[in-house]
């Protein structure tokens, strides 16, 4: 999905440049938006239904500076809202030849008020860190290398806020990512229109590039010369352009009167001067949420519901408690599991281990209540336990 290598020279070489976008979500070879290979698209959410996501922002400091105010994060989810509604202020700037193909996606974002284990959140998650800079190998989305855990991805939009290694503005996982990696990290002072931000990443354009990738998007280049992104009515393009280039920008590659689109939010142009998806882009991402599209889970998320579990909204320890089989003793050919932890389950793998030590079935997790069949168990005591390196929940149980 990323070419760690790659993208390190890249950003390290930008260094002692000026302030240039780096983003360094690239797509897999194999990875290619789908909404024109659809040729039936009668499964998809309809065009004019909005689509409301709900997103938790954790944010991980090291100093008090990147421990950034409510009222940044705030500011972020309104400029993403505006971004994805075609009512960014500065629309008015995006050439009218491209402006004709622009689009409001119908896709919102809101905190989130219900967490995982349906207690009431603000959507907002505040970890204190010794780590001084995060760069884009994951390590941010777990507890056990020093993060904070994504959140069940299947319902919630994970965005870590960080201090990220030097230019590096953000990165983002494509759909069909691992659910424990899944979601976006943006650089603390590109994040928002108010608080600590710093010029020329200052109108929240990051995360509107980035969800742009997280919703499948590629950069308008396809990451390769003169490439595509596989959106129709976006043109060709040489590479990624920065600054703020001037209209037309004429390239060996969109030899049209009108150039490139460097005013898209997949572009790294600055901040100020993107303003636009086009209807193709709207397309594709809305594919996402069809019912055979990855982020179809979102349309049930209970993010945005009322909390339905009156605890205290605390991190609990993962621990035994928090695991549950039943029945227990097992006497039917299928047992339920569950799995309560305050970061969701989805990814999790689990394996059921004999009293002789021995792995007798594993298994993934998919809900927080599964069935799972344990008709081929002889009669006897087992242990279930989550595998997962964060995690060492167990508990046992016995089968008749
Ligand atoms: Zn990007
Ligand atoms: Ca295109």
Redesign the pocket.
């Known amino acids: 999905m990323r070419l760690f290598i790659f993208s390190f020279i890249l950003f390290l070489g930008s260094v002692e440049l000026k302030a240039q976008r780096v983003?360094s979500?690239t797509s897999q070879a194999s990875y290619a938006p789908t909404a024109f290979s659809i040729t039936s698209q009668n499964n998809n959410v309809p065009i004019e239904q909005v689509i409301t996501i709900p997103v938790v922002v954790h944010v991980l400091y090291n100093s008090a500076t990147e421990n950034i105010s409510e009222a940044q994060i705030i500011s972020q989810i309104e400029a993403l809202n505006a971004d994805f509604a075609k009512t960014n202020k500065d629309f008015n700037k995006v050439p009218a030849v491209f402006a004709k193909l622009a689009a409001s996606t119908n896709i919102r974002f809101e905190l989130a008020k219900t967490n995982p284990m349906g207690q009431s959140t603000t959507g907002i998650v505040r970890k204190k860190t010794t780590r001084l800079m995060w760069s884009d190998d994951n390590k941010i989305k777990a507890e056990a290398s020093g993060g904070s855990t994504t959140w069940d991805a299947n319902s919630y939009l994970n965005v870590w806020v960080c201090n990220t290694v030097p230019g590096l503005t953000g990165y983002?996982s494509f759909p069909g990512s691992a659910m424990a990696t899944d979601g976006i990290v943006v650089r603390y002072d590109a994040f928002g229109t108010t608080g600590k931000i710093a010029f020329p990443f200052n109108k929240g354009r990051t995360l509107t590039?980035?969800v742009g990738?997280w919703l499948g998007l590629k950069?308008l280049w396809g990451d390769q010369q003169c490439g595509d992104d596989g959106i129709e009515d976006t043109p060709k393009q040489r590479g990624g352009n920065t600054g703020d280039p001037v209209f037309p920008k004429i390239s060996p590659c969109s030899p049209n009167p009108d150039g490139e689109m460097f005013m898209n939010y997949?572009d790294f142009t600055n901040d100020a001067s993107m303003g636009m998806f086009t209807e193709g882009q709207k397309k594709a991402m809305r594919t996402q949420f069809a019912v055979s599209g990855s982020r179809n889970s979102f349309l049930k998320s209970k993010g945005l519901a009322a909390a339905w579990n009156n605890m205290a909204p605390e991190v609990l320890p993962v621990n035994t408690r928090n695991l549950v089989v039943y029945p227990n003793p097992v006497h039917t050919s299928t047992m339920r599991l569950v799995v309560n932890t305050p970061m969701g389950v989805n990814g999790k793998n689990f394996a059921i281990i004999a009293s002789n030590g021995q792995v007798v079935k594993t298994g993934h997790i998919q809900e927080m209540e599964q069935e799972i069949d344990v008709q081929h168990l002889s009669a006897g005591m087992y242990q279930i336990r989550l595998t997962d390196t964060e995690s060492n929940s167990h508990t046992k149980f016995i089968k008749n």
């Open positions: 983003c979500s983002a590039h980035e990738h950069h997949m």
